[in-house]
Nanobody, 113 residues
Framework: VQLVESGGGLVQPGGSLRLSCAAS????????MSWFRQVPGKERELVAT????????DYADSVKGRFTISRDNAKNTVYLQMNSLKPEDTAAYYC???????WGQGTQVTVSS
């Protein structure tokens, strides 16, 4: 079982990034997928989640209206489109599946001018 995130980087406030998480080793279309983020010294927090069919989503209040989670079950990939980024969005972003409680390795997002 493997989750591999990509798409992080440095972006200016107000900018956009799209994170991707490629999954392998399990039946992707059967499982809810989620994005979490973590800042050093703080607990990991749930950012967004999507059900297995892709038609039900939920978001942290801090990102509602700015972030969009989606998935492509044919490509075994989940995405996080992040718009109107703020410095407080700076964190390591992790992909998660509740299949065996698997985490990706994380991708760093830094929002700074």
């Amino acid at each position: 079982v493997q989750l591999v995130e990509s798409g992080g980087g440095l972006v200016q406030p107000g900018g956009s990034l799209r994170l991707s998480c490629a999954a392998s080793g399990f039946t992707f279309s059967y499982y809810r997928m989620s994005w979490f983020r973590q800042v050093p010294g703080k607990e990991r927090e749930l950012v967004a989640t999507i059900n297995n069919g892709g038609y039900m989503t939920d978001y942290a209040d801090s990102v509602k209206g700015r972030f969009t989670i989606s998935r492509d079950n044919a490509k075994n990939t989940v995405y996080l489109q992040m718009n109107s980024l703020k410095p407080e969005d700076t964190a390591a972003y992790y992909c998660y599946t509740n299949f065996r409680g698997t985490w990706g390795q994380g991708t760093q997002v830094t929002v700074s001018s």
